[in-house]
């Protein structure tokens, strides 16, 4: 079975492109042969109609909180939601959030999903520091459109399947790993983050957290830990995440039967 890890990125360049990890899976072992780089979203498209079998763990939120779409009178139906998305804009869909966020009582400014909260990721409709709203505007429909099966969301082409992952749900929550261990700006590669970094990778090499040993191609152990930016670590563990679920397709993915139908979840939360 090919697996793939998204690092998705809501405004890929050169600099800063998505980044695939490419894998294959048997049972309780995932080999990574190789990393991409997309460098536009034109490549990204391209990348999800490869023909299957194949699963992916993608970084980015794949619904927004019903308590939001609902204060927002937006559609509920979530193909129809990202329709109404694209239909405003990217300048329209940002003024819309910041407004509600300003309207929202201090504490509470982000509508977060349910999968936000069990799994301690970002509220999808957080604009900044991460911007995972942007991620869920340009992720999610793209994802649609090439009809992937989205279990909880959107059947589809049961070949091709798309899981929400989140790196951070495995590093700090079941690693317990609470130490900073990326950053884009190149003057905070720290000796500490390396490290961090370090007892990431031995420890999915040891099959740790979810069971899944890792093993690396020739030269991207050295990558996983040299890459300040981490988005080749990340990238990786959104395969373990996705390998995780592959090896419960029979159940649902490893996802909770009772998916709301417009925020999603994320896979091992």
């Known amino acids: ?51 299957g079998p194949w699963i992916g763990g ?12 609902a204060d927002l009178e937006w559609p509920q139906e979530w193909t129809k939601l990202l329709a109404h998305c694209r239909t405003l804009g990217r300048p329209e869909f940002k003024r819309v959030l910041d407004a509600y966020r300003e309207s929202r009582p201090k504490g509470r400014r982000y509508a977060k999903r349910l999968g936000d909260t069990a799994s301690g990721a970002h509220p999808s409709v957080k604009l900044v520091r991460p911007p995972v709203g942007f991620m869920f505007f340009e992720g999610a429909w793209r994802l649609a459109y090439a009809m992937l099966h989205i279990p909880g969301l959107r059947p589809a082409d049961v070949t091709r399947i798309a899981l929400e992952a989140y790196p951070g749900l495995l590093v700090k929550k079941q690693l317990g790993i609470r130490d900073s261990y990326k950053s884009d700006d190149p003057a905070k590669h720290t000796a500490e983050r390396r490290a961090a970094r370090e007892r990431i990778v031995a420890a999915l090499r040891a099959g ?52 709301d139908p417009v925020e999603g979840w994320i896979v091992t939360a």
């Open 208 to 259: 740790r957290p979810l069971g899944v040993r890792l093993r690396l191609a020739k030269g991207i152990r050295p990558k996983l830990i040299e890459d300040g930016s981490a988005d080749w670590l990340d990238a990786v563990i959104c395969a373990v995440q996705a390998h995780w679920g592959w090896s419960r397709q029979s159940a649902n993915f490893g996802l909770p039967p009772d998916i």
């Open 58 to 69: 993608f970084d980015f939120p794949f619904g927004l909180s019903r308590e939001a779409i």
């Open 1 to 51: 079975m090919r697996i793939y890890g998204v690092d998705f990125t809501s405004a890929p360049c050169a600099r800063k492109p998505i980044t695939v990890a490419c894998g294959h899976a048997t049972d309780g072992e995932l080999l990574i042969s190789e990393v991409e780089q997309l460098a536009d979203f034109e490549a990204f498209e391209s990348f999800l109609q490869r023909p």
